[in-house]
């Protein structure tokens, strides 16, 4: 498991749980049933910017679980995300 922040344009940010080359699992509230999203994985310089589509979303009282989904995630960023889940032992 990982804590970063998921940033989301014009909205309260989102703390990422997991992830994979496909997407993120977050916890909070999705502004929208697709966003415009932004994160910094450590040991990277620049954000990863995509567009997100909620492909789950569970409101529970102690915390908001979402799923999100890339929608057009970049093939240099996808390599980078590849790349960091199989340095972390693909336990992401």
């Known amino acids: 498991p990982i804590d970063l922040r ?10 990422i749980r997991n992830i994979s080359e496909n997407g993120l699992c977050c916890i909070g509230t999705p ?3 697709v966003m415009d999203i932004e994160f910094t994985l450590p040991g ?6 995509s567009r997100a ?3 789950r ?7 908001s679980d979402v799923g ?3 929608v057009c995630l970049d093939g240099p960023y996808r390599e980078f995300l590849r790349d960091y889940i199989a340095q972390q032992g693909g336990n992401m």
């Open 6 to 15: 998921l940033d989301i344009s014009g909205a309260l940010p989102l703390r």
């Open 31 to 33: 502004t929208s049933p």
């Open 44 to 49: 990277m310089k620049i954000p990863i910017e």
């Open 53 to 55: 589509e909620v492909v």
């Open 57 to 63: 979303y569970n409101d529970a009282k102690s915390s």
């Open 68 to 70: 999100l989904r890339f």
